[in-house]
Nanobody, 122 residues
């Protein structure tokens, strides 16, 4: 699975950004797609995930009620709408895919795209 993320940038605290991830290479019917992020000096952390088949969504507590993950089956795209951004959301955001939600969230996804930088100024 080849993943390509885009949409990062610089935004003031309280603002919004939307990230996009295109996927190609194989059918995603059994996959979970998601986003993780890595801030400077910190480990990569899970942000959100969505089941390609059922549309079930999962979020880290730190972004719940602020971020929304969604998918477009026809375009084979996954999106992350980020609202009410905080300086602590500043990180490189990575699109990820795995057949297991548990693997994607806790053990590291099988597939990763190149990251996109999100910077939130205070």
């Amino acid at each position: 699975v080849q993943l390509q993320a885009s949409g990062g940038g610089l935004v003031q605290a309280g603002g919004s950004l939307s990230l996009s991830c295109s996927a190609a290479g194989r059918t995603l019917a059994s996959y979970v797609m998601g986003w993780s992020r890595q801030a400077p000096g910190k480990e990569r952390e899970f942000v959100a995930a969505i089941s390609w088949t059922t549309g079930s969504t999962y979020y880290a507590d730190s972004v719940k009620d602020r971020f929304t993950i969604s998918r477009d089956n026809a375009k084979i795209m996954v999106y992350l709408q980020m609202n009410s951004l905080k300086p602590e959301d500043t990180a490189v955001y990575y699109c990820a895919a795995d057949t297991s939600y548990g693997s994607l969230r806790y053990r590291g996804a099988a597939y990763w795209g190149k990251g996109t930088q999100v910077t939130v100024s205070s």
